[in-house]
């Protein structure tokens, strides 16, 4: 589903990434761990266009065809399926829990400014759809209640559902979690964990998730990719990183 193919990114003298490669299959779901610095957000913002690798590619298949997506605009790529959540919560935090959903719904329905403006018959009828559509996953995220409360109003653990439940508005293929768990005790990022396996298999999703909570990982990835210093020192079933003497070395043993 995606090929990051030797893929380098520096800023400067800084090597963020380091001929990176990665594939992703159909169906997984796949953790990217490594130390403060190692190059995992760098390697989700050039997933997502944020940054033009400055060598290499990136490949992601969609509607049966697979589309060289390197340095092409965010807004494309997320219309090709793949969609990201943040480190630090992005929420249109003075608008309601149900318009931060609503909104996002726009890049799924295509809809154009005219359209939305001169409201357009066609336009009320995706309107409607829209609606039903936010208010499901307000539902399926278990935030329904809320759905009149202003986004920045709701505790931090709700936020990052809600955060989820907006990337799922736009129909994702693929979606990139960076440090879902951040910030969460361990019993609500078990509940974070179970929530994300749940949607994953509802919505069909292929899952890419950065993350610091180690028994999150290692409990919930088939397969995990080590970084340190922009270069992936690592990879293979939990089972195998744990006992792999190089990321004890680097990673799991400075913890
Ligand atoms: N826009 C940028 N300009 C300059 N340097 C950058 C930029 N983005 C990232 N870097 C540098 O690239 C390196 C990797 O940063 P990155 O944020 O990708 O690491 P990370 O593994 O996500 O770290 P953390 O776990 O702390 O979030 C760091 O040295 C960082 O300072």
Same mark, same amino acid.
Do not use: W
């Given at each position: 589903?995606l090929?990051i193919? !030797?893929m380098?990114?520096r800023?400067g003298g800084?090597?963020a990434a380091?001929?990176f490669?990665a ?10 761990i490594?130390p ?6 760098t ?10 690798p400055t060598?290499?590619?990136?490949k ?22 793949i969609?990201r ?14 318009d931060?959903?609503?909104i996002?719904n726009?890049?799924?329905i ?6 939305s403006i001169?409201r357009?018959p066609s336009?009320?009828?995706?309107e409607?759809e829209?609606l039903?559509?936010s208010l ?6 278990g935030?329904?209640?809320e759905k !009149?409360?202003?986004a920045h109003s709701?505790?931090?653990?709700k ?17 990139l979690?960076?440090?879902p768990?951040?910030g ?6 078990n509940?974070?964990?179970e ?5 994953k298999?509802e919505? !069909?999703?292929t899952v890419?998730?950065?993350e610091h909570h180690?028994?999150v ?22 089972e ?6 190089r990321?004890?070395?680097?990673y799991?043993?400075?913890?």
């Amino acid at each position: 589903m995606l090929k990051i193919e !030797d893929m380098t990114m520096r800023f400067g003298g800084v090597i963020a990434a380091n001929k990176f490669n990665a594939h992703i299959k159909k169906g997984q779901i796949v953790g990217l761990i490594g130390p403060n610095g190692a190059g995992k957000t760098t390697i989700f913002n050039v997933i997502t266009g944020v940054y033009k690798p400055t060598e290499g590619q990136i490949k992601f298949n969609a509607n049966g065809k697979e589309h060289d997506i390197t340095g092409i605009r965010p807004d494309e790529i997320a219309k090709l399926g793949i969609c990201r959540t943040f480190q630090n919560i992005r929420l249109f935090k003075d608008m309601s829990v149900l318009d931060n959903v609503f909104i996002a719904n726009h890049l799924r329905i295509k809809s154009n400014v005219f359209s939305s403006i001169f409201r357009i018959p066609s336009y009320k009828k995706e309107e409607k759809e829209m609606l039903e559509k936010s208010l499901y996953l307000l539902d399926r995220v278990g935030l329904l209640e809320e759905k !009149d409360e202003k986004a920045h109003s709701l505790p931090y653990g709700k936020q990052r559902r809600l955060e989820i439940a907006r990337a799922l508005a736009t129909e994702p293929k693929l979606l990139l979690l960076d440090e879902p768990a951040a910030g969460m005790n361990p019993q609500e990022s078990n509940e974070l964990m179970e929530f994300i396996l749940n949607i994953k298999e509802e919505f !069909d999703l292929t899952v890419f998730l950065i993350e610091h909570h180690m028994d999150v990982v290692m409990g919930t990835c088939e397969e995990i990719l080590v970084l340190d210093h922009g270069v992936l020192i690592a990879q293979g079933d939990p089972e195998a990183i744990q006992s792999n003497q190089r990321v004890i070395e680097a990673y799991l043993g400075v913890e």
